[in-house]
Antibody, heavy 120, light 105 residues
Framework: QVQLVESGGGVVQPGSSLRLSCAAS????????IHWVRQAPGAGLEWVAF????????HYADSVEGRFAISRDSSDKTLHLQMNSLSPEDTAVYYC?????????????WGQGARVTVSS | VMTQSPATLSVSPGERATLSCGAS??????LAWYQQKPGQAPRLLIYLTSTRAAGIPARFSGSGSETEFTLTISSLQSEDVAVYYC?????????FGGGTKVEIK
């Protein structure tokens, strides 16, 4: 069955870095695109980042532009999110979510999320 | 910017629930709806304004276009208690509404 499994979350101090991973299985990885979406405690959903299948198109939310970097490893069907210069405002559950891509960037499947806490 | 109203909606079991989502500029029909229950990841309900996702009950329906959209739950069930989010995928950045919490009256 379709699975997206996030890993790499944890508690870090402000200014630190963290790398999240999303392992995909149960579907044809190349036929979909994967995004990162986050949800701060008690808040709504915020889209974070996108990387196209061929790596030629990348988009970030303004709130993370220049600090976060998304990458994709097609050989092991994994998506990564390198998060640098973390601040308390980055505290959230980070979900990876699947979309069909190419103008159909709605999310038909979500992982269970990785919790990131930025606190001194 | 996506704006949802009301913030909280209390509906009696079996009654209709109507949730609204507005866009600050046209998003065509590139609008999706999600349901999120406490402690769970969101679940896709509707995409392309009115197409139900796989396995979604027929009591959920979507309508609208351009800047005004509606999610209707025709007969509210206890398991529909959740927060509902709309999302536009017409343009970058992708954006979500702030959510509507649906409660049982």
């Amino acid at each position: 069955q379709v699975q997206l499994v996030e890993s790499g979350g944890g508690v870090v101090q402000p200014g630190s870095s963290l790398r999240l991973s999303c392992a995909a299985s149960g579907f044809t990885f190349s036929a979909y695109t994967i995004h990162w979406v986050r949800q701060a405690p008690g808040a709504g959903l915020e889209w974070v980042a996108f990387l196209s299948n061929d790596g030629g198109e990348i988009h970030y939310a303004d709130s993370v532009e220049g600090r976060f970097a998304i990458s994709r490893d097609s050989s092991d069907k994994t998506l990564h999110l390198q998060m640098n210069s973390l601040s308390p405002e980055d505290t959230a559950v980070y979900y990876c979510a699947r979309s069909r891509g190419a103008g159909s960037h709605y999310f038909d499947f979500w992982g269970q999320g990785a919790r990131v806490t930025v606190s001194s | 910017v996506m704006t949802q109203s009301p913030a909280t909606l209390s509906v009696s079991p079996g009654e209709r629930a109507t949730l609204s989502c507005g866009a600050s500029q046209s998003v065509g029909r590139s609008l999706a709806w999600y349901q999120q229950k406490p402690g769970q990841a969101p679940r896709l309900l509707i995409y392309l304004t009115s197409t139900r996702a796989a396995g979604i009950p027929a009591r959920f329906s979507g309508s609208g276009s351009e800047t005004e959209f509606t999610l209707t739950i025709s007969s509210l069930q206890s398991e529909d208690v959740a927060v509902y989010y709309c999302q536009q995928y017409y343009a970058w950045p992708l954006t979500f509404g702030g959510g509507t919490k649906v409660e049982i009256k």
